[in-house]
């Protein structure tokens, strides 16, 4: 395959993958959406990792030229929705509404500060270090994670255990791309401003974004929206 059209076709693998999960999971699919719509702007950062952290070939050749790719807006829509999801899709979960004594629990001061800790965070990250801009964007979203950690420790084995499944699904996605095109990491991606490490042919940079980002979204639906995991549900968060 032409490289010019390996960046969409693995965008459009990811959009497979969810539109398998929006058709048989049909009591999130407004969720899903609105998490895709949510996310799919942040697409447009693409300019701030080309070509600091890689330069994939693209449509039109839009991010050599520009910094931006339709690539990037599809691939964030797809990693929304299913990032959001993934846990309760495998678990079965359900949700209730917090109680109005547990949405005052003292903790809940801070609930638009957690919310908002990525967004603020990497603003600051990427502006006051010289980091590559992947490790400013990983790094806000651990601690996201971990701010929705402290202020929802009843979501503790969701957050967790959430970031480790869309790590999973990242690397088998991830693979697809060796499969697609051996040779195209090495291309593509500047391992020169990176770490160099690769586990199973993926830089290491990848699987640490996949593992942060899982720990951040798996849990923002209930975060946001004030819900918790169904009661007959609760085996699966001891």
Known sequence: MDDTYIWLAWSFGLILVWLIVFIFYRQ???????????????GLTEPLFVP??????????????????????????????????????IFSVNHEEMSINEKHHTRHRFH????????????????????????????????????????RPDLKLKIWIGGFLFLLFYMVYFLSLALLAPGY????????????????????????????????????????????INSKHKGHLK
């Open 112 to 151: 638009i500060w957690a919310l908002l800790t990525p967004v603020i965070s990497f603003p600051i990250l990427y502006l006051f270090t010289d980091w590559n801009p992947i490790y400013s964007a990983t790094l806000s979203m651990l601690l996201a994670g971990l701010a929705a950690l402290w202020c």
């Open 185 to 228: 990491v090495e291309k593509v991606w500047t391992m020169s401003a990176i770490s160099g490490i690769e586990i199973i042919g993926i830089p290491i940079e990848e699987l640490l974004f996949a593992f942060t980002f899982g720990m951040l979204w798996s849990s923002y639906y209930e975060h946001l929206t004030w819900r918790k």
């Open 52 to 89: 600091e952290y890689w330069h994939p070939p693209s449509l039109f050749d839009l991010a050599h030229r520009t910094g931006f790719d339709i690539e990037s807006l599809i691939f964030s829509f797809g990693i929304g929705g299913l990032g959001i999801v993934l846990y309760d899709f």
């Open 28 to 42: 999130a699919r407004r969720r899903m959406l609105w998490a895709s719509l949510l996310t799919m702007p942040f």
